[in-house]
């Protein structure tokens, strides 16, 4: 006989699971307070790296179902929710997501649902990456300067460099102008 489990998460201590619970039970899915596995974890973690989500994976049976709201749930982006689903699936654990209509993800209308969705993620970091490379080379043609500035001046550079020919250690360099023996290495010709 098959068990229900739903996965729900949040990312920070502030928030609750309680709307998430109701969403469950609005859907239709009783599901016994036991068998509600929740953590707070940031959704940057990918999926088998949250505690409580392994846990979860190791009690899983063959003919189980898991049930989440979203597909976030299931890993931080669509490439770890792709592993996610394909893991519970090769476990034979159904995956419904309420976000998605209820649908069995590990169906065939589901992993179609989930391979366009993959392509629409994918295409969405390619069109971000892009638009962040062209507004740099926009920026640079414009005199900015990208990235973190510069802990020292040219004329601190060069005080340095003296110093260094001089034969003062990078150490106390590093502790006079409060930056890093790095930084100061970086200062040799």
Known sequence: MSRTFAYVRVSTVQQTIENQVQELEGAGFTIPKHRII????????????????????????QGDIL??????????DAMDVAQ?????????????????GGSDLTSPAGQFT??????VAQFERELLIE???AGMSRARSQGKIIGRPARLTEV???SIRAELDNGTTVSDLSRRYGCS??????CRP
Not at 46 to 53: H, L, S
Not at 67 to 76: A, E, I, S
Not at 114 to 119: G, R
Not at 181 to 186: F, P
Request: hydrophobic letters at 45%; a positive charge.
């Open 114 to 119: 989930m391979t366009i969705l993959n392509a």
């Open 156 to 158: 601190q550079k060069e």
């Open 67 to 76: 049930v989440v709201t979203k597909m976030d749930r299931l890993g931080r």
């Open 181 to 186: 023996r790095m930084t100061i290495a970086r």
């Open 38 to 61: 929740s953590e707070t974890v940031s959704g940057s973690v990918p999926a088998q790296q949250r505690p409580m989500f392994a846990r979860l994976i190791d009690r899983l049976e």
């Open 84 to 100: 996610t689903v394909n893991l519970l699936a090769g476990m034979q654990v159904r995956v419904h997501c309420l976000a998605l």
């Open 131 to 133: 638009r962040t490379h």
